[in-house]
């Protein structure tokens, strides 16, 4: 009998043992609330050592394309995600009247060129008459000094014929011969002087035409340079209706389509478009982000910051401080920061959405190779665990927290690193998958037995 009832204890002890013990352990070991230690997101690792702040991939250089002159397209050479060079015609608008007033005013540029070459020939003409003129008149002139010589001969000799008549030795045909002599002089002479008048008439007036052929010149390329410059306002009249890209982009954005009319003007009401495409440079693409008024004290021109694309939020990609805004935003109390991207991407598109992290110089290294390997960018904000301050705890003066293995809690020394908005880096210590005491009760001790649920 007594058999039989040792018997039946050791079993019901060992059929009930194990739940009434569960029933003790619940009355009696306290209940603690724990968590499972993991990897944080990169840009939540940047973040404990540093400010963060949200922005937007913006481009420094971009355009919306469009004619000088307004006009119909009538060719579009490009669509969204076109690459461009500086230079190269996107759209063409119709021409077709432009092109005539370039050929007219080339006609007229050729009509003034003759007019020059006109005008050349008759200044050639008017100063061959004047040189002709001037060799007359010195001529005449030359011939009436040899008149006037011979004039005065005459008269001499008809002094002397008259003297030696009066004393009985000369004839009186001598006389008269002289005499006649005399006055056939004197007529050539007077005769000279009417011919050296006469050409220096001749010579005026050949030098006034010179001076009229200089002036028809002078019209004459005055014409021409009027004509070659009305051709090259038509000609740039022409060029304005081929839309060319600024710099080397890409299109990002297609604003009108052919058939439809873009005007440079365009005001409200109107139906023409302002813009043929939208292109941007790539290359000069940063990072505009509104960094709150308390937080501005982080920032600092060039100093070094992490971004993490919202579509991409586990690569960490280098930038640093390119220019802070002079102003603030009162309604928002922030502050634009534009940041500048050492790490260049693929993936990086205009008005993606990004994380930024301002980080101290030492936070962060900004100055390992930019062509390194991604994972090789992210290691030390990936090796950075982050757990709430609550769970933190200081025994015999050393940091720590409650490390539960089984059912019973260890405490682990950590190295921790910042602490802020009640989280704290810890730089080493633990690892992911650990299960740490979320708020521990100050009872608890190092290899306690515990209860615990997740936080």
Same mark, same amino acid.
């Given at each position: 009998?007594?058999?039989?009832?040792?018997?039946?204890?050791?079993?019901?002890?060992?059929?009930?043992?194990?739940?009434?013990?569960?029933?003790?352990?619940?009355?009696?070991?306290?209940?603690?609330?724990?968590? &499972?230690?993991?990897?944080?997101?990169?840009?939540?690792?940047?973040?404990?050592?540093?400010?963060?702040?949200?922005?937007?991939?913006?481009?420094?250089?971009?355009?919306?394309?469009?004619?000088?002159?307004?006009?119909?397209?009538?060719?579009?050479?490009?669509?969204?995600?076109?690459?461009?060079?500086?230079?190269?015609?996107?759209?063409?608008?119709?021409?077709?009247?432009?092109?005539?007033?370039?050929?007219?005013?080339?006609?007229?540029?050729?009509?003034?060129?003759?007019?020059?070459?006109?005008?050349?020939?008759?200044?050639?003409?008017?100063?061959?008459?004047?040189?002709?003129?001037?060799?007359?008149?010195?001529?005449?002139?030359?011939?009436?000094?040899?008149?006037?010589?011979?004039?005065?001969?005459?008269?001499?000799?008809?002094?002397?014929?008259?003297?030696?008549?009066?004393?009985?030795?000369?004839?009186?045909?001598?006389?008269?011969?002289?005499?006649?002599?005399?006055?056939?002089?004197?007529?050539?002479?007077?005769?000279?002087?009417?011919?050296?008048?006469?050409?220096?008439?001749?010579?005026?007036?050949?030098?006034?035409? #010179?001076?009229?052929?200089?002036?028809?010149?002078?019209?004459?390329?005055?014409?021409?340079?009027?004509?070659?410059?009305?051709?090259?306002?038509?000609?740039?009249?022409?060029?304005?209706?081929?839309?060319?890209?600024?710099?080397?982009? &890409?299109?990002?954005?297609?604003?009108?389509?052919?058939?439809?009319?873009?005007?440079?003007?365009?005001?409200?009401?109107?139906?023409?478009?302002?813009?043929?495409? *939208?292109?941007?440079?790539?290359?000069?693409?940063?990072?505009?982000?509104?960094?709150?008024?308390?937080?501005?004290?982080? #920032?600092?021109?060039?100093?070094?910051?992490?971004?993490?694309?919202?579509?991409?939020?586990?690569?960490?990609?280098?930038?640093?401080?390119?220019?802070?805004?002079? *102003?603030?935003?009162?309604?928002?109390?922030?502050?634009?920061?534009?940041?500048?991207?050492?790490?260049?991407?693929?993936?990086?598109?205009?008005?993606?959405?990004?994380? #930024?992290?301002?980080?101290?110089?030492?936070?962060?290294?900004?100055?390992?190779?930019?062509?390194?390997?991604?994972?090789?960018?992210?290691?030390?904000?990936?090796?950075?665990?982050?757990?709430?301050?609550?769970?933190?705890?200081?025994?015999?003066?050393?940091?720590?927290?409650?490390?539960?293995?089984?059912?019973?809690?260890?405490?682990?020394?950590?190295? &921790?690193?910042?602490?802020?908005?009640?989280?704290?880096?810890?730089?080493?210590?633990?690892?992911?998958?650990?299960?740490?005491?979320?708020?521990?009760?100050?009872?608890?001790?190092?290899?306690?037995?515990?209860?615990?649920?997740?936080?």
């Amino acid at each position: 009998m007594r058999l039989s009832l040792l018997a039946g204890i050791s079993f019901a002890l060992w059929l009930f043992g194990p739940a009434i013990s569960g029933f003790a352990d619940r009355m009696r070991l306290p209940l603690v609330k724990t968590m &499972i230690v993991s990897a944080p997101p990169p840009a939540a690792a940047a973040a404990a050592s540093g400010t963060a702040a949200n922005g937007y991939v913006v481009a420094a250089r971009r355009a919306a394309l469009s004619s000088d002159v307004p006009g119909r397209i009538v060719e579009l050479l490009v669509k969204e995600g076109s690459v461009v060079k500086q230079g190269d015609v996107v759209a063409r608008l119709y021409s077709d009247e432009f092109a005539a007033a370039l050929a007219r005013s080339i006609a007229d540029l050729r009509v003034a060129e003759a007019s020059v070459g006109r005008a050349k020939a008759g200044f050639d003409a008017a100063k061959s008459d004047e040189r002709q003129s001037l060799d007359g008149v010195e001529s005449s002139r030359e011939q009436l000094v040899e008149a006037t010589a011979q004039s005065q001969f005459a008269n001499a000799e008809l002094t002397r014929s008259r003297d030696l008549s009066q004393l009985g030795i000369g004839s009186p045909r001598e006389t008269e011969r002289s005499q006649s002599e005399a006055s056939a002089a004197q007529a050539r002479m007077r005769s000279l002087e009417a011919a050296l008048r006469r050409t220096n008439s001749a010579a005026i007036s050949a030098q006034l035409r #010179v001076q009229v052929a200089e002036s028809e010149i002078a019209v004459a390329f005055a014409q021409q340079q009027a004509a070659q410059a009305t051709v090259q306002q038509a000609q740039a009249t022409l060029d304005k209706t081929n839309v060319k890209a600024p710099f080397d982009g &890409i299109v990002v954005l297609k604003d009108a389509e052919v058939g439809e009319v873009v005007s440079p003007n365009v005001q409200g009401g109107n139906n023409a478009r302002g813009a043929v495409c *939208t292109m941007v440079d790539f290359n000069s693409l940063e990072v505009q982000a509104n960094v709150p008024e308390t937080a501005l004290s982080m #920032v600092v021109e060039g100093g070094p910051c992490a971004v993490f694309l919202d579509a991409d939020p586990d690569r960490m990609l280098k930038g640093k401080v390119d220019r802070i805004w002079p *102003t603030a935003d009162r309604q928002k109390a922030t502050v634009e920061v534009r940041v500048q991207l050492l790490d260049r991407s693929s993936a990086i598109r205009p008005e993606m959405g990004v994380r #930024v992290v301002f980080q101290k110089a030492a936070a962060v290294t900004l100055d390992a190779p930019q062509n390194a390997a991604p994972d090789a960018a992210t290691t030390q904000a990936k090796a950075v665990l982050v757990i709430p301050e609550s769970a933190l705890v200081e025994i015999g003066g050393k940091t720590g927290a409650f490390v539960i293995e089984r059912d019973a809690v260890w405490f682990q020394v950590l190295s &921790i690193g910042e602490r802020k908005a009640s989280r704290a880096a810890v730089l080493s210590g633990l690892r992911v998958g650990q299960r740490i005491v979320l708020e521990p009760p100050t009872t608890l001790r190092d290899s306690d037995r515990v209860q615990f649920s997740d936080g």
